[in-house]
């Protein structure tokens, strides 16, 4: 299957982007409708803290049903207690008023400034304006409207015959750019024509965010509003998917998420290369994780990337502050395809040349194989440059 | 009690730093003796692996009894498999022929490059030269000797009386500077010549280690190498310590530590601030505790003190990430002393104005109130720069 960097029509469904005015000059308010109730599932960020449009939609999606969800950047609606949660919740009221559909069938997110309310005077106005402009081909607005200093917007989508039905699949994202002053806030909305029973498109997602929105990371941090939305609309027609169709779909939801995840890693903050880490051989499933997490957000790791330096010390050291079982005798370090230690030793000058010759790739593979075990965990970052500091340090409110 | 920054005699100690000949021109070898078997307590790295001096030397601190540490720059003896452990209880060996004591008497230490192999035939020459050089005054030499990265040798010291005698306690650390391929080693040595039975010693430094040492985070990363050593001779006379005598001498090391780990801190690779991270009201003390870590770990955070920003989102964000029980509306952050959130919002404008200004001092706070119950703890870091960077990503073998 393939998975494209453009925007398709999805049958059933439209989307919009415009500029309401919450930002400067920027497209800030998006909006993705479904013609007909839709099955809906979504993850949500594990934060102890969430924006108050976080606590309103993951109420809503207990339902499992939505026709649509609109999404205003520039300003996060997190940390402004009750205000916030009526805020929110008028937000959505006036998109579903717009659309005609019912208050609850409406989800709602945002991202931006924290500790400040929501210009409700702005989305008034702009709500009744980002509807009338829903367009089936409205997807490229929507994943514009959603972006704050990502440097491009974030498409992915692909086909698939199920059922002799063909099945559109869509998403669309956001990344890991800071907003004043500073959620890496990670959003990312998903449509298909396909028909999904709710139960089913929830373990379906759940186990696709385990494989990819969760394997993310920019720099350690999640934000208070990190959302992922997948909308099934069953336009397309036909019965509910179930057995080897889900399972297909399945792997095409699979394709479409770690394809935008890839965008979003790439396009980190002051990131010149997609860092994908790949741990195997482990103990347990656990220390498969923590032992890719810990490579993906060393400091030390991600600087020798950027400095295109294969530096296998610096990758066994941060596994073994993690309290990862190893031992250096059993573990292999590929950097860029190439092995640059292994049965205990450096694999010596000539390899690490060639290590050193794949960090001219934009896509670089950091591989260890802990000889352990048979569990493995994968993690997409970036490179640690000069910009990131600059973005983060001089950045000023 | 007076710490000071400046070294001082320990009697009953001697001590000598070389060029050896390890590295090309530095200071490479040092060697600390007690004249007399002295109660000894060490406190190593937690990695899952651990170079050879780190094995050899834990081994031999459970005596409780020793005479001295040789130490080397240059090359750190990891992952070397059974050649490593030969080679540093070789070491040993000179260092204890050279000044007259026992084999097991001896502790070692290495710290540099990873996966070669100790120079033998330079320490062959160099150990009887170190020895020869002993003296009571050369402390500043081995402290220099020990160094690798760091920007200036660290020294602290300090006098106390206790049972009417005079008693010095005196440390020496080097930092978090990086060794050809990586390693952020930090060590530390500590010298008195009260009398402390070995079991006391260990509790005494135990503790002392959970709150200096332990806290000490410049990014995250911890090396296999990580050791500290107090030696305690009883040269001062007297009885063995106890009571509150004992509980005086924990004080006065607590502030000797202390002292050391605050000049880590500041010396981190690229940085220009001391941050000193504090979490208080948190339900547990694992929970503070990785408030702390969270807030000093944060990239996000770093770059923030390095940029003069006091950015509470990015504080209360990093929490929420976390998995620690808080809420916002008990929550109160202060970043240089000026209360910057709480209440559940900004305290605005002309706090950011005060809390920027505080950021022109070259050491700084952020003190976090989590209003949920009595426990604290505490960080010792420093900011993140473009030179934390280009020290790790220009680095070149």
Known sequence: MKVRRESKRVPGFSAAGVHAGIKASAPDLALIVSDV???????????????????????????????????????????????????????????AKAVGCEEEEMLVASTGVIGEPLPMNVLKTGIPRVAAALAIDGW???????????????????????????????????????????????LSYLATDAKIAPAILRGMLSRVANQTYNCLSIDGEG??????????????????????????????????????????????????????????????????DRAARRIGNSLLVKTAVFGGDPNWGRIMQTIGHGQIAWHPENTRVRVGGVVVFSKGRSAGPAARKRAEKAHEAEEIKIQVDLGLGKHSARLFTCDLTYDYVKINAEYTT
Chains 1, 2 share one sequence.
């Open 37 to 95: 109730p839709a099955s809906v599932a979504a993850v949500f960020t594990k934060s102890t803290v969430v924006g108050a449009p976080v606590e309103v939609s993951r109420e809503r999606v207990k339902s499992g049903r939505a026709r649509g969800v609109v999404v205003n950047s520039g300003v996060s609606n997190v940390a402004m207690g009750a205000r916030g949660i009526r805020d929110a919740k008028q937000m959505a009221k006036l998109a």
């Open 140 to 186: 490229n607005d929507a994943a514009e409207a959603i972006r704050t200093t990502d440097t491009h917007a974030k498409v992915a989508s692909t086909k698939l015959r199920l059922g002799g039905k063909l099945i559109t699949l869509q998403g669309i994202a956001k990344g890991s750019g800071m907003i004043e002053p500073n959620m890496a806030t990670m």
């Open 223 to 288: 934000s208070t509003s990190d959302t992922v939305i997948l909308f099934a609309n069953g336009a397309a027609g036909g019965g509910a998917l179930h057995g080897d169709d889900a399972h297909k779909f399945e792997v095409a939801l699979l394709a479409v998420c770690e394809d935008l995840v890839r965008q979003l890693a790439r396009d980190g903050e002051g990131a010149t290369k997609l860092l994908i880490v790949e741990v195997e051989g482990a103990k347990n499933v656990a220390e498969a």
